[in-house]
T-cell receptor
Framework: DAGVIQSPRHEVTEMGQEVTLRCKPISGHDYLFWYRQTMMRGLELLIYFNNNVPIDDSGMPEDRFSAKMPNASFSTLKIQPSEPRDSAVYFC???????????FGQGTRLTVV | GENVEQHPSTLSVQEGDSAVIKCTYSDSASNYFPWYKQELGKGPQLIIDIRSNVGEKKDQRIAVTLNKTAKHFSLHITETQPEDSAVYFCAASGNTPLVFGKGTRLSVIA
């Protein structure tokens, strides 16, 4: 398996623009997680899905953030409108049975100018 | 909810020496404790994990110990090598997703 695949690897956008981050989890995994990594706050859980259904989105910072999982092999995280404080590395991870081993993608480094 | 504290935030060791990173957690329901290694520009990679029914686990130069009573667990790396230089994260979970410590930047000096 190729592992968790995220795209794009890098994204630079202007403040106010819409940004969409994409994730393909490991085939057969039934949990998908979106994390954000910053120097100040470390790795923070934003939202997670089980069998394509959002379970807990309490970590989503604002209504500007939304996430979807239309099928078992694809998820998106959207920020609209983007702000400079959204600059961070966003990771997608997947696992079997939720609290078992989580495997991370390579991340998307987002810079909002 | 769960809270994970990790120490130290930075650690420098001479090549060949041992490195120890310590974490504490708050939720007694947590029963799974993985450790991740993150190299520059990459995602965190699982290197070893331990469950609450085990006190110690080893994998070559890496070992983890768990003290459930005290709610702390540690990562031990022996005979460190330059390629061990990275940021290491501990994490904990029970019936909820992983909660991570803030990370330890390990530098192995040749």
């Amino acid at each position: 398996d190729a592992g968790v695949i995220q795209s794009p690897r890098h994204e630079v956008t202007e403040m106010g623009q819409e940004v969409t981050l994409r994730c393909k989890p490991i085939s057969g995994h039934d949990y998908l997680f979106w994390y954000r990594q910053t120097m100040m706050r470390g790795l923070e859980l934003l939202i997670y899905f089980n069998n394509n259904v959002p379970i807990d989105d309490s970590g989503m910072p604002e209504d500007r953030f939304s996430a979807k999982m239309p099928n078992a092999s694809f998820s998106t995280l959207k920020i609209q409108p983007s702000e400079p404080r959204d600059s961070a590395v966003y990771f997608c991870a997947s696992s079997l049975k939720g609290t078992a081993k989580a495997f991370f993608g390579q991340g998307t480094r987002l810079t909002v100018v | 909810g769960e809270n994970v504290e990790q120490h130290p935030s930075t650690l420098s060791v001479q090549e060949g020496d041992s490195a120890v990173i310590k974490c504490t957690y708050s939720d007694s329901a947590s029963n799974y404790f993985p450790w991740y290694k993150q190299e520059l520009g990459k995602g965190p990679q699982l290197i070893i994990d331990i469950r609450s029914n085990v006190g110690e686990k080893k994998d070559q130069r890496i070992a983890v110990t768990l003290n459930k009573t005290a709610k702390h667990f540690s990562l031990h790396i022996t005979e460190t090598q330059p390629e061990d230089s990275a940021v290491y994260f501990c994490a904990a979970s029970g019936n909820t997703p992983l909660v991570f410590g803030k990370g330890t930047r390990l530098s192995v000096i040749a």
